[in-house]
């Protein structure tokens, strides 16, 4: 049964696309992509979702907030799927990001490849140590702060990323914010307080692993016989 879908040149809101759907999706572009270079040009619901764990009907459900695709006999191809994701998720156009905080996570950050791929792009960097201002780092120069907000505006930039201490971070978003970012990636682990406007992905490397320790600690347990 064909799935409603969005008509050409409509516009999705926040609210239309749950977040784990948007999480799948990403999930599901990186996988179509990878079959992209290995030739392959259709893939079933069923087979995309053996790939990634999910049952074809989730992965159905999930397609169905992109568009109506899928051809009898063939499945869907991974062209169009690749063009209406990056569609829905914003990856169509070019997105230049600046980066604040140049320590090992910075650097690592600044020489990711994974990024272009995506069409995001660390277009600027930016700390607060005299002794890193000035050094070009995989071809971007790092500058002071105080040049936050000229940069943004001039490389017309809208998404930040924070990779300063803890302490740093509430001030630096708040720059952030201030030079006209209106999306924040925050690699600090802390909570940040910003307006409504403002969106805010936290990226706590622990947590991460605290939710990786659980699942192996607890696994074979039923979810709902845990404490």
């Known amino acids: 049964m064909a799935e409603s879908h969005p008509h050409a040149g409509e516009t999705l809101s926040d609210s239309t696309v749950p977040k784990v ?43 169905g907030f992109v568009g109506q695709f899928g051809y009898p006999g063939v499945g869907y191809r991974c062209d169009e799927l690749v063009q ?47 002794a890193k201002v000035g050094q070009t780092i995989q071809g971007i120069t790092v500058q002071p702060l105080d040049q936050l907000r000229a940069t943004v505006q001039e490389k017309h930039v809208r998404l930040g990323m924070i990779v300063v201490p803890g302490s740093q971070a509430q001030e630096v978003a708040e720059r952030l914010v201030a030079a006209g970012v209106e999306g924040v990636v925050n690699f600090a682990p802390v909570t940040l307080t910003l307006p409504p406007h403002v969106q805010v992905v936290g990226v706590d490397l622990a947590i991460e692993l605290e939710q990786l320790s659980f699942a192996v600690t607890n696994k074979g347990t039923p979810l709902e016989s845990r404490p």
Not at 29 to 43: A, K, N, Y
Not at 111 to 122: D, E, L, T
């Open 21 to 63: 759907v948007v999480s799948r999706l990403s999930l599901y572009l990186r996988e179509l992509q990878r079959l992209q270079m290995d030739g392959q040009e259709t893939i079933s619901s069923g087979q995309l979702g053996a790939l990634l764990g999910f049952s074809d009907a989730q992965v159905r459900k999930d397609l």
């Open 84 to 130: 209406a994701m990056r569609d829905i998720l914003g990856t169509n156009q070019p997105w230049p990001v600046a980066m604040v905080g140049v320590g090992n996570l910075g650097l690592a950050l600044l020489g990711y490849r994974g990024f272009g791929r995506q069409n995001f792009s660390i277009v600027a960097a930016f700390d607060a140590d005299p």
